[in-house]
């Protein structure tokens, strides 16, 4: 990648950083997204996030759970089904929303100085007329053991429920690769409603060929009034 | 995919190429000595008729190659040292290194 074209992005990440009315409605916690596909892969992937309390909603203990099921369907191609579950200390565990999604490596890794990707979501809220576009640029970059990520996020929301609307979102990772069962790592995320960054433990046990379970967990403490003082995160991710 | 990017194709020239093969599911030749502070780039050749992973946590390096199909994996620069690799298809058989000097 040019200099130039990675100055833009580097700048682009601090455009959505400095530019808090742009971005996404609810909290932006999840994951951080990696450019790469693994051919011949599938997937199956519990996440979770829990919130000790959502300030917009008021509501407590709001927890998301995604369970999804994903296929490589070529060298540089992922996608990938979910079911979204939510529940809070009011409400029982109820299906929210279904979600695909389309991850395309677009660089090899390491050809570039900056490994590159795209990420493509559409999700449609359960028994609401509420449809949401997402697309993300995945950028990493490797420093020795270090490895550094950014998911640049644009969304558009529309729906006969909703107003239409444009959203941004930012999430970043720093991940230090001391082995493959246990790379500590720092993750932030900004949106309307959140700005968050806190610790991660990230992991994988090899099972077998092209078999092994992979996890993540940690916590994102809020760094303003609109994000929860905490939301816990997991993953369990059984690749075959 | 290179097109994508401008200058791709200039800085490929100056990245000196390595070959490796995968044949019976062992890697030939096993042990590939590069440079080192220097990017390179391995070409990998899957003889057999089966797919094959190159995997290395060192190199941070996974890619599957398919059977009579070859990949090109990009490692560096690196320090000094050695980088085991294996095959994660037949890892009792399929292993190798990179040593960088």
Known sequence: MQPRAFSILMLACLLLLQSPRLMADGSVIDKVYHPYVEQLEWELEWRATLADEDPPSGEERLQLHRLGLGRAVSEYVFVEAYLIGE?????????????????????????????????????????????????????????????????????????????????????????????????????????????????????????????????????????????????????????? | MTGLLLGAGALQAKTPIFEIEIRDHLFHPEELRIPADTKVKLVVYNRDSTPEEFESYELNREKVIMGGRKANIFIGPLKSGVYPFFGEFNPKTAQGRVVVE
């Open chain 1, 87 to 240: 529940q809070s200390a009011g409400e029982g565990l109820g299906l929210e929303a279904y979600e695909i999604e389309m991850l395309w490596q677009l660089s090899e890794q390491g050809e570039h100085i900056v490994d590159y990707g795209l990420l493509f979501e559409l999700e449609k809220e359960h028994n609401r007329d509420i449809w949401e576009a997402s697309t993300a640029v995945l950028l990493e970059k490797e420093f020795g053991r270090f490895s550094a990520t950014a998911n640049l996020g644009l969304t558009f929301e529309g729906g006969s429920d909703i107003a239409d609307e444009w959203e941004t979102a930012l999430a970043l990772q720093g991940r230090y690769r001391y082995s493959p069962r246990f790379e500590p790592a720092l993750e932030m995320y900004s949106g309307e409603d959140t700005l968050g960054a806190g610790p991660v433990l990230l992991g994988l046990e090899r099972l077998g060929p092209l078999s092994a379970l992979k996890w993540q967990a940690g916590v994102i403490f809020g760094l303003d009034d609109t994000t929860a003082d905490y939301t816990v995160r997991a993953l369990l991710e059984y690749e075959f």
